[in-house]
């Protein structure tokens, strides 16, 4: 897919796009994607539904990509972003949780953000939110992004790991630490061949994958929190030893 510079959309004269908007175009984009998933979306699919003719989708959609990118930032909408008076770990928690909720709940949507660059007013505000928790508990500008990247990549990687397991198939797509659970318990040999994870079959094979994820984010969160206090013990000692020194000399 394309990584798009400056949108090429401007409003343009009244013609056969007349009765046609994004809000309804990108609306037919999402039930498409609920419904049919990823490959099903297209300009082409989504001009049959509203009735019209493809070239009509033109004056408001140039290609299915940036189609897709409209339905990203649609879903990038849904999610509440944190308040700025929350700590540090509550915000972080709050931009998990609604990105969680929102993509678990959309048919292809973390295959969908996996695959498109965060483009878009609604989802650059949630990029945005996400550097700004970083920024204010101190980390440098340089650092905050890379860590809002990676716990972006992080949320994304285990939000796409838990889809797999929901989307309709047979038969059904198991969960994958779930799936490894259930091998394990018909492999012989276990107990010999693989010690470390022979006593974790029965847990694996019941996990659910909430649990997974909110283990997972509470180490990151552990982590980031330890670096955010090395940051602000590092930040005082700067100042304590930058603090100018007043002279006592005695008369």
Same mark, same amino acid.
């Given at each position: 897919?394309?990584?798009?510079? !400056?949108?090429?959309?401007?409003?343009?004269?009244?013609?056969?796009?007349?009765?046609?908007? &994004?809000?309804?175009?990108?609306?037919?984009?999402?039930? +498409?994607?609920?419904?049919?998933?990823?490959?099903?979306?297209?300009?082409?699919?989504?001009?049959?539904?509203?009735?019209?003719?493809?070239?009509? +989708?033109?004056?408001?959609?140039?290609?299915?990509?940036? =189609?897709?990118?409209?339905?990203?930032?649609? +879903?990038?909408?849904?999610?509440?972003?944190?308040?700025?008076?929350?700590?540090?770990?509550?915000?972080?928690?709050?931009?998990?949780?609604?990105?969680?909720?929102? =993509?678990?709940?959309?048919?292809?949507?973390?295959?969908?953000?996996?695959?498109?660059?965060?483009?878009?007013?609604?989802?650059? !505000?949630?990029?945005?939110?996400?550097?700004?928790?970083? =920024?204010?508990?101190?980390?440098?500008?340089?650092?905050? #992004?890379?860590?809002?990247?990676?716990?972006?990549?992080? +949320?994304?990687?285990?939000?796409?790991?838990?889809?797999?397991?929901?989307?309709?198939? !047979?038969?059904?797509? @198991?969960?994958?630490?779930?799936?490894?659970?259930?091998?394990?318990?018909? @492999?012989?040999?276990?107990?010999?061949?693989?010690?470390? =994870?022979?006593?974790?079959?029965?847990?694996?094979?019941?996990?659910?994958?909430? !649990?997974?994820?909110?283990?997972?984010?509470? #180490?990151?969160?552990?982590?980031?929190?330890?670096?955010?206090?090395?940051?602000? &013990?590092?930040?005082?000692?700067? &100042?304590?030893?930058?603090?100018?020194?007043?002279?006592?000399?005695?008369?």
């Amino acid at each position: 897919m394309r990584n798009p510079g !400056k949108s090429r959309l401007q409003p343009r004269a009244r013609g056969t796009s007349a009765g046609i908007d &994004r809000t309804k175009i990108v609306a037919e984009a999402l039930d +498409l994607l609920q419904r049919e998933g990823l490959e099903g979306v297209s300009t082409r699919r989504v001009a049959e539904r509203l009735g019209v003719k493809s070239p009509a +989708l033109y004056w408001h959609v140039h290609s299915k990509d940036e =189609l897709l990118q409209l339905v990203a930032d649609a +879903l990038c909408a849904e999610m509440a972003l944190p308040q700025k008076s929350q700590s540090f770990r509550r915000r972080l928690e709050k931009i998990a949780s609604e990105y969680r909720r929102v =993509l678990v709940a959309h048919r292809d949507a973390p295959r969908l953000f996996a695959e498109l660059p965060p483009t878009g007013p609604h989802r650059m !505000k949630l990029y945005d939110a996400a550097v700004e928790v970083f =920024l204010d508990a101190g980390f440098p500008t340089a650092e905050a #992004v890379a860590m809002a990247t990676f716990y972006r990549h992080y +949320l994304l990687g285990m939000i796409t790991e838990e889809a797999r397991g929901q989307r309709v198939a !047979k038969p059904p797509v @198991l969960f994958p630490a779930s799936a490894l659970g259930v091998e394990l318990q018909h @492999l012989e040999g276990t107990h010999r061949d693989y010690p470390s =994870l022979s006593g974790a079959a029965k847990v694996l094979a019941n996990i659910r994958p909430e !649990k997974l994820f909110k283990a997972g984010l509470n #180490v990151i969160l552990d982590g980031l929190e330890l670096r955010a206090a090395e940051l602000r &013990r590092g930040s005082m000692r700067s &100042r304590i030893q930058n603090r100018p020194t007043t002279s006592r000399s005695g008369n």
